[in-house]
C-alpha cells in the first residue's frame, strides 16, 4: 500500500500514465505517481510498535480523501458491535429499506487502515447500490493473525444470520488484501457448513500471499503502488510461512469442486497481483462457478476510489452493483 520506489526513491519514466486511460484517470494519477515519487521507501517494521506507527502514517495519508469521498456522497457513518467485532455502517443518502446489505472487509496488506479510514469504496458501492455496507473493523497484524482474523468475520457473519439477515440478501466484498480475506472467510463459512453470501466481489485481491505468479516478476517494476518487498513483510505478520498457502490465507489454493458463490473480480493492468486476479478466476471456474474478470487498462491498485470521478472507475462501480442486483434477493 505504498507507492512504488527505486533504491534511490525516485520514481523513474515506467510510472508515467498511458496514453490509453481516460484523460480524467490521466490528470488525478500523474499528480499522484508525482507525489509518490518524493516519498521515501519504507522500511521493514520490526516490532508491533514500528507496525503501530507505520499504520499511523498510513491513516494521516489516507483517511482525508476516504472521508471527503463518503461526505461527498452523502452518505452517513456510524460505529457500532456485532458479534462482539467492532464495525462500521456506511449507509447511502438513498438507502433502499429492502432487507439487503453488503458486508466489506477493508484492505491494507493486513498492517493497514481502519473501517473508520477507508470509507470511499464502501460508499461509492453503497451510492450505487442504494444497500448499506457493513465494514468490519478486524484486528490488524502482527496482533490479528489469520486464523483470529477470519474467525471474526465469521463471528459477523453468524450473527447477521441469527439476528436480521437471509444469506441470500447479502453480498461480501474485499479490496486489495481483504479481496483474499473475503474468498478465504467464504471457504472457511462453507468448511463450517455455514450459508454463503449471495454474491462475492472481489477489487484488486491479494489472493496468494506468497509471492508467487508471473506478474510479481513482469510487472514489479511497473506498479506504481505495490511492492514485492513490503508485501513480503506483510504477509510474514499475517500468516507463518508454513501456512501462507493455506485456502482461508491465499484463496487460489482453495477447493473449489464444492459450493462457492457468484464472483467478480476487477482490478487493473499495472498491478503486481494481475496473476492472482487471473488465477483466482480459473479456479472458481474450474469448479464449474459463476465467475467474471473484468480488467481496466493502465488502472493502479483498488482505483475505483483513487480516481472515483473517472470513466472507468465509474463504470466499474456500476458493473459491480449490477452484479450483487443480479444475485441478492430483495
Known sequence: MTINQTDAGVAPSRFRVPETVSPEASAILKVMYEAGEQQPAPTRPETTADFDNANKLMEAAFAPWNQQLAATLGTTIRRETIGDVPVVRITP?????????LLYVHGGAYVYFSSATLVGLPALIATATGDEVISIDY?????????????QVLAVWKTLLASVLDARSIGLFGDSADGGLAAGAVLKMRDQH????AALWLVSPWSDITGLGDTYETLKDADPILTPESLAWAADAYADVADQKHPYVSPVYG????????????GGTRE???????RQYQVIRDGRHEAVLDLYEGMPHVFHSLVPDAPESKTAVARAATFFDGYLDR
Open 139 to 151: 484486528t490488524l497484524a502482527p496482533r490479528g493473525r489469520w486464523q483470529a482474523v477470519t474467525d
Open 272 to 278: 503486481i497481483f494481475l496473476s492472482n486476479f487471473v
Open 255 to 266: 477447493d473449489y469442486a464444492k459450493p462457492f458463490p457468484p464472483t467478480l473480480i476487477q
Open 194 to 197: 455455514l450459508p454463503l453470501p
Open 93 to 101: 443518502r438513498e438507502h433502499r429499506s429492502s432487507g439487503r446489505a
